[in-house]
Structure formats: C-alpha cells, structure tokens
C-alpha cells in the first residue's frame, strides 16, 4: 500500500482539527498555513471529508470546519476511504488452480490485507495526535504543530 498526496494531507487536515480547542471551526487557510498544504487542494479534500461525514463546515466570520465527532471515533481507514484511497492488495487476481505456490501467495497477500485493513481501522485520530504529543515532548516542543 502506497499513501498518496490525498491520504497524507487528508490526515494531516484533521490531525490538525483535532487540536483546536473544544474542536472548533477552523478555516482552510489557517490549517493550510500551518500543514504547509496549498489551500485549494485542502478544500477539495475538506468537501470529500465533510461528505463522509467525518467533518461538517460552519459558516460566519468564525466559520470553517471542524471535526463532526471526536477523534477517538474517526479512523485512520475512515479517512482514507474518504478521499478515495483503496489498500486493495491486487487487481481481481484468481490463482492458477495448477500451481500450489500461486494459492499459497496469493493466501498470504489476501491475509496481508486483511491485516493491514484491521490496523487501519483501528488506529484513530486520537491516536495519532498521542503520538505527535509524546513525539515534541521527546523534542522539547511544546506547542508548533506540524504533521
């Protein structure tokens, strides 16, 4: 599985959402400012991410996302699905009946994915944001926030 562009910023976008206080709204050139992400592609995804329901917009003066629940109830395979990422190990391959050592890999692969699918769903973006903390605090950081 190979993480594109859409996956990675997706990530970063609501890693970033969910430090803001209480998760309030934020606007997408506040977090496209302090990600480093070009602000018209983060919209994009922001619009896939809010279809999913992983996120809602707020209008007004201090409007813009945030987060549609708590971080410990979005995964990592949520986001990822929602922009569009597939970690679908192989085409619609069928082994070759004939050849055992094609069953036994293509058993492995499949059992792979498997894995990799339950991993993905079961880390969440709390997770993640436990991860960056412990992170800078290894560093000596104690508030920049970047993924």
Request: net charge neutral; hydrophobic share 40%; charged share 25%.
């Amino acid at each position: 599985m190979k993480l594109t562009t859409r996956g990675h910023y997706s990530v970063k976008a609501l890693l970033d959402l969910s430090l803001q206080p209480g998760y309030r709204p934020t606007s997408v050139k506040a977090i496209a400012h302090r990600q480093d992400l070009p602000a018209p592609y983060l919209e994009k995804l922001l619009i896939e991410l809010r279809r999913a329901g992983l996120v809602k917009s707020v209008r007004g003066a201090h409007g813009g996302y945030q987060l549609s629940r708590e971080p410990a109830k979005i995964s990592l395979g949520q986001i990822l699905e929602a922009v569009g990422e597939t970690i679908e190990p192989l085409p619609r391959h069928t082994p070759d009946a004939e050849l055992a050592e094609d069953w036994v890999t293509f058993t492995l692969w499949h059992r792979l994915h498997q894995k990799l699918k339950e991993a993905l769903y079961s880390i969440t973006l709390a997770d993640l944001y436990y991860d960056a903390r412990s992170w800078q605090a290894a560093q000596g950081e104690e508030t920049s926030f970047v993924v």
